[in-house]
């Protein structure tokens, strides 16, 4: 079993529609968790940052944690054509003087008009 | 913008050639990363530095070769690759925990390495 696993998709949905993609994870010792949106041929660009559960809301875009299910979701709202990307979730225990951070598999996200 | 800043963003070599990736940050952050990432893939951790030391090197082979001149430079030094090397490679940046923050990682745009 993969420490995180995510549905790789490809997901597609219209413009306007309330998209959700999810992660779970299997080590209880994660306390860190991002999202990072990731256009073809680009870098990981840092979405949302999240420490131990709860929720956090930036514009269109809310992350939820629930460590008890170990599970975690990206809601993205009102989608639009360019938030067609791959969506990557990544999560880390936070131990030592850095961050080593477990991906997901990455969702890709087609947002048609 | 990415605040970090990876040169050269495409890369051509042989498999005898030898030729260096660098990454470039200006956020103070003390911990460096190297990530490999295939097509349709999530990135792969190679190497962490801290405070300018090397902390992980995840049985990378030898031809490739991190080194970390000063706090905001890291660079990798490529030699002998093969073809099955070919992909983006991503450096990263963090806060370090030291610092009282153990925080997010910001990614580069990535070099982009084929290997003939």
């Known amino acids: 079993q993969k420490e995180v696993e995510q549905d790789p998709g490809p997901l597609s949905v219209p413009e306007g529609a309330i998209v959700s993609l999810n992660c779970t994870y299997s080590n209880s010792a994660f306390q860190y968790f991002m999202w990072y949106r990731q256009y073809s041929r680009k870098g990981p660009e840092l979405l949302m940052y999240t420490y131990s559960s709860g929720n956090k809301e930036d514009g269109r875009f809310t992350a939820q944690v629930d460590k008890s299910s170990k599970y975690i979701s990206l809601f993205i709202r009102d989608s639009q054509p360019s938030d067609s990307a791959t969506y990557l979730c990544?999560?880390?225990?936070?131990?030592?003087?850095?961050?080593?951070?477990?991906f997901g598999a990455g969702t890709r996200l087609a947002v048609h008009p | 913008d990415t605040e970090v800043t990876q040169t050269p963003k495409h890369l051509v070599m042989g498999m005898t050639n030898k030729k260096s990736l660098k990454c470039e940050q200006h956020?103070?952050?003390?911990?460096m990363y190297w990530y490999k990432q295939k097509a349709k893939k999530p990135p792969e951790l190679m190497f962490v530095y801290s405070y300018e030391k090397l902390s992980i090197n995840e049985s990378v082979p030898s031809r490739f070769s991190p080194e970390c001149p000063n706090s905001s430079l890291l660079n990798l030094h490529l030699h002998a690759l093969q073809p099955e090397d070919s992909a983006l490679y991503l450096c990263a940046s963090s806060q370090d925990r030291r610092t009282g923050k153990i925080g997010e990682l910001f990614f580069g745009e990535g070099s982009r390495l084929t290997v003939l």
């Open positions: 956020m103070g952050h003390r911990a």
């Open positions: 990544a999560m880390s225990a936070g131990t030592g003087g850095y961050n080593k951070l477990i």
